[in-house]
């Protein structure tokens, strides 16, 4: 794979695939508020739409601004290419439309974001893809699990809501020697903390709406992978299946976000890997899973695979779902919402929020109980988000 890593990473973050001086000096890439582009002559349109010309031709396949943006996560990603959707669904289902057909499978980690797992376990199926799940964080499994019919292995590291990490070096070894790909969904980390496609993975998806863009106001998603299969993902997932085009202004608040990760990243680990020493501290507080801690029982891997441990809390609570309830109605500066890697720190309740689509009994098996909390550290103070989150629990 093509590795554009010449600068450091917070230059490329503010620089790469962007040279002012070709756009009348302007410091930031203009917003292209287009729909679609104007051809020469005929030829240049049907050359573009075979693909035997580069070029422009509708702002669902392509634009300017977002160009910019997917080159830029491209460097990032250090992956020979990038495509920006309108969410990190977008991102996802993009990609499996594009690789899968009915008779297909995948396996999965036994933990994934609730949208995620109701996509694969629920939706999928309708379309004659099944989905097997399996214990990742432990690579025999994948070995166990895989069928002459996988396709696709996915995972998220760290898992969203509780923390389990995979191997992504383990992982892609074995999808590499049966032939079937592996996707990875980067959200938590962002290519400052992880980068898998420089550990083997094929794909990397992420939920551009959480650090990457940063600060809470807008939508977005990237999928990155080699060249081939971004072709692909965008002349097939993208343009002729799902339509989850990002707008030229999204892409330009995700450039903006991008400016900043690196400093933001460190922050957010610093004040997580204190807070999360605070709140295993507390008589209240049954497990903190955060993987800076050597409780967590992949600590070592993490330590390898990433670069700080990053800005998310998931811990559970002695009095279970009722005291946690109380606890999230307890803090007055972390804001009640889904959502994460905002400046904001923001706490909520996986059972019924964000992974609501997992049913009752679904929960404990694949990996959480009703009563874990999870917190989204922001860039506020440590000493004001400590003491936030201590107050409550004090009072429980
Ligand atoms: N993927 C986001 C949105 C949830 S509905 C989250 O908070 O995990």
Known sequence: MKKNVEQGFATRAIHEGYNALDYHGALNPPVFLTSTYAFDRSETGSDRFAGNADGYIYSRVGNPTVTVLEKRMASLEEAEAAMATSSGMGALT???WTLLKAGDEIV????????????????LERFGIKTRFADLTEPSALTR????????????????????????????EICRRTGVLLLIDNTYCTPYLQRPITLGADIVVHSATKYLGGHGDLL?????????????????????MNGACISAFDAFLVLRGLKTLSLRMDRHGETAARLAQDLARHPAVETVYYPGLSSHPQHALACRQMKNMGGMIALALKGGLMAGRAFMDGVTLATRAVSLGDAETLIQHPASMTHATYAPEERGAHG?????IRLSVGLEDYQDISSDLLWALDRL
């Not at 999965?108 to 629920?122: E, I, N, P, V």
């Open 368 to 372: 959480f109980t009703d009563g874990l």
């Open 220 to 240: 977005a998603g990237i999928v990155v992978a080699r060249k081939e299969l971004i072709d692909r993902c965008r002349f097939v997932g993208l343009k002729e």
């Open 94 to 96: 993009a990609v499996l």
């Open 145 to 172: 699990t895989l069928s002459t019919r996988t396709r696709l292995v996915v995972a998220e590291t760290p898992s969203n809501p509780n923390m389990r990490l995979v191997d992504i070096t383990a992982l892609a």
């Open 108 to 123: 999965a980690d036994k933990t994934l974001y609730g949208c995620t797992f109701s996509l694969l376990k629920h939706q």
